[in-house]
């Protein structure tokens, strides 16, 4: 069953389409990463299925979940508002403080629900925005390069608790990337975008290192990136 | 055309390491941070010039008193039991026209900030009484409220609710746009909005409003106490005045510094508390 449905999704800034998808079906608990250049579209598309595009000019149908929530690149804490407030705005009903100290404890956060987010580093803080998503249990989430602020070592523990968590609340994943690594490790399904298209969608499944880096000349080619990585591992050899 | 030769980079002086200081000294470009001690410095000076001026006959005491006859005087009022009443006379006059100007205030600014027909209504008109200076106002308020407390706070409260107002306004217009996206992502709703981004998010400017308004409350006093008082700090001076009693005015001046600068305080001590959030770690 597809979770995401889009048919001849128009998105355009005045004379300028950056979005054209004739059609395009997520399944149900897939993962997908959607890398592509900068202005290629990708962040326009991850609006678009977030319902945040309301003053944009365009045109389409659009299915998603209803359930649904966003990751920022920013954390996009309130500077004002607790930890624990932070992870449950929006909710209401006994037992959301429960909720949000078992998904700041999912985070590696419990403990931490009194403090001041300017209290924590940009990793812990990008952990709560990570807990404030999967709280609500979404159907569907969304994320705009979420990693894309953190320094690297951050970025790869960031990688494994999010794959940790998709594996254990089963949303469908809809994530934009610019970085071809951070793709190839957590899709099940990367898409990559040019001037608003869809030009590859491809389902990695590499085995071994060689099948990776196989893998990942593609997309960088697919990118426009000729970086023949076989002869730089080579050289440094 | 001359070639001057560069200047070569001084020295680094290896036995400066071996020195009790293992700070690494840097050429300081902006001044040192002044304590409150430093601060007190120009007060302090002017009241000796002026002690001085006053004790050697440069200026006659029918000018202005000198320091040390207001303090006496000042002293001499208060044990007599004869000040206070007026004191508190002003205060209630000030903190009434303050309280209901904030109300005020903030009321407009939230419906200016959070709702267009709300900012076509109130925000123009708030910017016309903010070019009128509210002592202009008094003739028209005699008029329509007469000359008794009404009219006084009325006056003060319209006067307080212009730097409460804007501030505020400001404040919520400020607010980052990325919070309304949040806000659309997290369902949400507009009671939650105002309470937990709106809110909150315009406080500082709020504050910063409330500051400017506190002093300013005294500032209008002065001038209306001098219509149909019959106590009041305002009402002191003015009958000084008639008399010549130049130390009692003085008295009166030093009672306006201290209460504004007190109320200035206050609101700053809970500037601090509210807007703790602000401190993270390492500050």
Request: net charge neutral; aromatic share 4%.
């Given at each position: ?34 890398i ?60 959301v ?68 968590l ?31 298209r ?40 | ?94 903190y ?8 005020l ?18 925000d123009?008109?708030?910017?016309i009484?903010?070019?009128?200076p ?11 409220l ?28 400020s ?91 206050l ?17």
């Amino acid at each position: 069953m597809s979770a995401v449905r889009l048919r001849d999704l128009t998105r355009s800034y005045g004379p300028r389409t950056v979005l054209d998808v004739a059609g395009l079906d997520i399944e149900q608990g897939e993962f997908v990463c959607l890398i592509g250049r900068s202005g290629s579209g990708k962040s326009t598309l991850l609006r678009a299925l977030a319902g945040l595009d309301g003053d944009v000019a365009g045109d389409g149908r659009i299915q998603v979940p209803a359930r649904r929530s966003v990751l920022f690149q920013d954390s996009r804490l309130l500077p004002w508002a607790s930890v624990a407030d932070n992870v449950t705005l929006g909710l209401r009903g006994d037992g959301v403080g429960d909720a949000a100290a078992t998904a700041l404890a999912d985070v590696g956060l419990a403990g931490r629900e009194k403090d001041w987010p300017s209290a924590l580093s940009g990793g812990e803080q990008q952990r709560v925005a990570l807990a404030r998503a999967l709280v609500r249990e979404p159907e569907l989430l969304l994320a705009d390069e979420p990693f894309g602020a953190l320094d690297a070592l951050t970025r790869l523990r960031m990688h494994a608790l999010l794959r940790r968590l998709v594996a254990e609340h089963r949303p469908t994943v809809v994530l934009v990337t610019h970085d071809v690594d951070e793709a190839l490790a957590l899709a099940e399904r990367v898409l990559v975008l040019e001037d608003g298209r869809v030009v590859l969608d491809h389902r990695p499944t590499p085995r071994t290192a060689d099948d990776l880096l196989a893998e990942r000349r593609r997309l960088l080619a697919a990118l426009g990136v000729d970086e023949d990585t076989s002869t730089r591992l080579r050289e440094t050899a | 055309m001359t070639t001057t030769p560069i200047r070569p980079a001084p020295e680094v002086r290896h036995d400066a390491l071996a020195g009790a200081d293992s700070h690494v000294r840097l050429r300081r470009l902006a001044p040192r941070q002044l304590g409150a001690l430093g601060l007190g410095i120009g007060p302090l000076v002017a009241l000796v010039v002026w002690q001085v001026a006053s004790s050697t006959g440069l200026l006659p005491e029918q000018q202005l008193a000198s320091p040390l006859t207001a303090v006496t005087t000042g002293w001499e009022m208060l044990t007599t039991g004869e000040l206070l009443p007026h004191v508190a006379a002003s205060a209630r006059r000030a903190y009434l026209g303050l309280g209901i100007g904030v109300a005020l205030g903030l009321g407009l600014a939230l419906l200016s900030g959070l709702t267009r027909s709300g900012e076509a209504a109130v925000d123009s008109l708030v910017q016309i009484k903010r070019a009128i200076p509210t002592l202009a106002l008094i003739p028209l308020a005699i008029l329509w409220l007469g000359i008794g407390e009404t009219m006084k706070v009325a006056v003060i409260a319209t006067a307080v609710l212009v730097p409460i107002y804007l501030n505020t306004h400001a404040g919520l217009r400020s607010i980052d746009q990325r919070y309304v996206e949040l806000a659309q992502t997290t369902d949400v709703g507009r009671a939650e909005f105002i309470r937990r981004i709106a809110l909150p998010g315009s406080l500082p400017g709020f504050l910063t409003g409330l500051r400017l308004a506190v002093t300013m409350c005294w500032t209008s006093l002065v001038v209306l106490e001098q219509i149909n008082a019959t106590e009041g700090i305002g009402y002191v001076m003015n009958r000084a005045r008639d008399f010549g009693q130049t130390d009692v005015i003085v008295v009166g001046l030093v009672i306006y510094a201290v209460l504004g600068l007190a109320s200035d305080a206050l609101v700053r001590v809970v500037q601090g508390r509210a807007l703790s959030y602000r401190k993270g770690m390492g500050s």
